[in-house]
Structure formats: C-alpha cells, structure tokens
C-alpha cells in the first residue's frame, strides 16, 4: 500500500492550494474511509478532513477549515483531493492523507478524525502560507 501526496506549496492568505493523494498497491473500492490530516511544528497531528465510504461517502471536516476546505474522491484515479480556498496563516503545516481498509462503526466528527482509525499514511506534503 502506498499513498502519494502532491500538490504543496507556498500560496498567500486569502489563496487556494489542491492536494492530491494518489493510492497504489490496493483496490480503491476495498478503502472503508480516506482522511487529511496536518501537523504544524511543535503541535499534535489533527484530522481535518475525511470521507466514509461505509456511510456513503459522508464527509467530515474539522471546524476549523469548514467552509473553506472541500474532500472529493476519484475512484477512476485511485486519488483523493484537498481542495483548500481563503487559506489562512494558520493552515501553514505538513499536510498527510490516510486511509483505512477496516470497517469500524465508530463514527461521527471525533471518530472520523481520530488518526488511530488509519493504518495506512502518505510521507507527507509543505503547505505554507504567507501573511
């Protein structure tokens, strides 16, 4: 199993970024759920986003990039994108996506952005944004 994140970069406040996680080594229709996770220095992992397959593709998002972050998925592609708009300063950290194979009836906000329901984690992608 292995995810690729791309897409990275410097953007100014108020600018958009689109990360892609392209997943090779499994099929795409066995992933139960794909997450976006983001660690900023000095500071613990926090799931931002995420996707359940088992309740239909629901999307979760972290309260702070609701409304301005968007989760979508391309089966044909094997990839899942980040598309991140009115960025922020703040949203300035290493950016991962994560996927898990298990079917796990926890849901809801917390259980869908807790980063010890993935197994399976990308090396990790810079976002930076300037003030």
């Known amino acids: 199993v292995q995810l690729v994140e791309s897409g990275g970069g410097l953007a100014q406040a108020g600018g958009s970024l689109r990360l892609s996680c392209t997943g090779s080594?499994?099929?795409?229709?066995?992933?139960?759920?794909f997450a976006w996770f983001r660690q900023a220095p000095g500071k613990a992992r926090e799931g931002i986003s995420s996707?359940?397959?088992?309740?239909?593709?629901?999307?979760y998002y972290d309260d702070t990039v609701r409304g301005r972050f968007a989760i979508t998925a391309d089966d044909a592609k094997s990839t899942v994108y980040l598309e991140m708009n009115s960025l922020k300063p703040d949203d300035t950290a290493v950016y991962f996506c994560a996927i898990t194979f298990t079917i796990n009836i926890a849901v809801g906000h917390e259980a869908m952005l807790e980063p010890s329901r993935y197994h399976h984690w990308g090396q990790g992608v810079q976002v930076t944004v300037s003030s």
């Open positions: 996707i359940n397959f088992h309740e239909g593709g629901r999307r």
């Open positions: 080594g499994f099929n795409f229709d066995d992933v139960n759920s």
